[in-house]
């Protein structure tokens, strides 16, 4: 006869972690989108061996409450919303309460943190659940996470990631999303001592594309910028001679969010039929904003994918001004091969 076993809390909050934190990638976007929400305007992300040794963010922003930083850990514990209503509304990256735990199950946490009105700070461990008392340092404002080994006591997951070359590539892109995504934030990302790029947190959308992309792609670029009807889009897009051979150029925010949304892919590229050959794909930076009730971000966990509310609507006005956009700069429209 089979029997029906209770889950112990410790296996729960693993399955439960395992939702959130998937690979070093996981880890980085969770700390560096709460870097981002505690309003630093400078953030420091290092990571080694592909990050499932070492990854640590450090950030100048609001700081953890002394009395709150055990609480932080607990799951479902944010500051960001307090009840479904405010979903719709949601400004913020984060809002589910549940990295900071799901990360602390399945890896070695340290963390110092101070806020801007204390002299000292707290520093706290935490190792797949099991935790220390925190303690008081002195340390700057800000707050800093150390992350190491990753899945150390959920060998099963270890097993499924991949080289760390491989692993550290999904956060090098990732990394190079956000410091897109935020312009006005200085992002440091440094991989195995090196450091791969550092934004200067001006505001200068084109001077990131150029610390990430170079001079080639830069010099191809269109400022782009249309709005109406309570929905704007600016930023650049590129010109034909820079097409490439996948859609990882293909770059947008939503209200500050990387996201993935069918309709703004396939609109942006109704937008650039006329300029791209089969096979080739537009090179675009673009942020879009919207109210937030017309859009919807609690479709998955990792919060990588929304809804967009009358999606037809969005997708036949953003078509029309890009393709208006690649007019204006008179543009010899590719003759389209069939390859
Ligand atoms: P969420 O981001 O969904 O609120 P998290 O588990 O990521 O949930 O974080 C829990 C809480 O810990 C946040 O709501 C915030 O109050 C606090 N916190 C996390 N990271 C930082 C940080 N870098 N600076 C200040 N507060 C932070
Ligand atoms: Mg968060």
Redesign the pocket.
Known sequence: MPVINLLSQSTIDKIAAGEVVERPLSVVK??T???I??K?NAITVEIKDGGISFIR?T?N????PKD?VK???LRH?????TSIEDLSYVE????????????AAVAQVE?L?KTPDDITGMRYNIAGGVEEEPEEVGVPA??T?LVRNLFFNTPVRKKFLKQPQTEGGYVSDMMEHLALSRPDISIKFVQNGQVKFHTSGNGDLKEVIYRIYGKDITQALIPFEKSGDGFGVSGFLGKPEINRSNRNFEVYFVNGRFVKNDVITKAVEEGYRAYVMQHKFPFFVLHFTMAPDRIDVNVHPAKMEIRLIQGSEFYNKISKWVGEGLHAVELIPNVRLVE
């Open positions: 969770e700390l989108e709460n870097a929400d505690a630093a963010v950030d922003g609001c700081g953890i709150q609480k932080a850990f514990a944010t500051s960001k919303i913020s990256l984060g809002f589910r309460g549940e990295a900071l735990s799901s990360i963390v943190t800000g707050t996470f």
